[in-house]
């Protein structure tokens, strides 16, 4: 079991910059995918980015390329989300997932490709 607990939420304006953190604890991510999702109000969940194991392979959902970077320190077991120039409708509970253990070379953007979720973490941005 993995448990993943997200952090770094909070109440911005536009145009600002916030940083996700998402702590693995009960076993390593190291040969897992990670990604980044988010749901706002009324909506579906909605995949962000993902990392493979490595980190050299991501991947952003086209609404958050050029402003959002998906990070990973597997010494950590610690995934990040770096975000900047944000928008208000980047306003959304944002989830960190991982894959099962030994899928970690490839990126899966769809839901039901992950095995762990956190809890969620809110991030709003007022304009």
């Known amino acids: 079991q993995v448990q993943l607990v997200e952090s770094g939420g909070g109440l911005v304006q536009a145009g600002d910059s916030l940083g996700l953190s998402c702590a693995a604890s009960?076993?390593?991510?190291?040969?897992?995918?990670m990604g980044w999702f988010r749901q706002a109000p009324g909506k579906e969940r909605q995949f962000v980015s993902a990392?493979?194991?490595?980190?050299?392979?991501?991947r952003y959902v086209d609404s958050v390329k050029g402003r959002f970077i998906i990070s990973r320190d597997n010494a950590k077991n610690t995934l990040y989300l770096q975000m900047s120039s944000l928008k208000p409708e980047d306003t959304a509970v944002y989830y960190c997932?991982?894959?099962?253990?030994?899928?970690?070379?490839?990126?899966?953007?769809?839901?039901?490709?992950?095995?762990?979720w956190g809890q969620g973490t809110q991030v709003t941005v007022s304009s």
């Open positions: 997932a991982a894959s099962r253990d030994g899928a970690g070379g490839r990126i899966v953007t769809a839901n039901y490709g992950y095995d762990y």
């Open positions: 009960g076993r390593t991510i190291n040969d897992r995918y």
């Open positions: 990392i493979s194991a490595s980190g050299r392979l991501t």
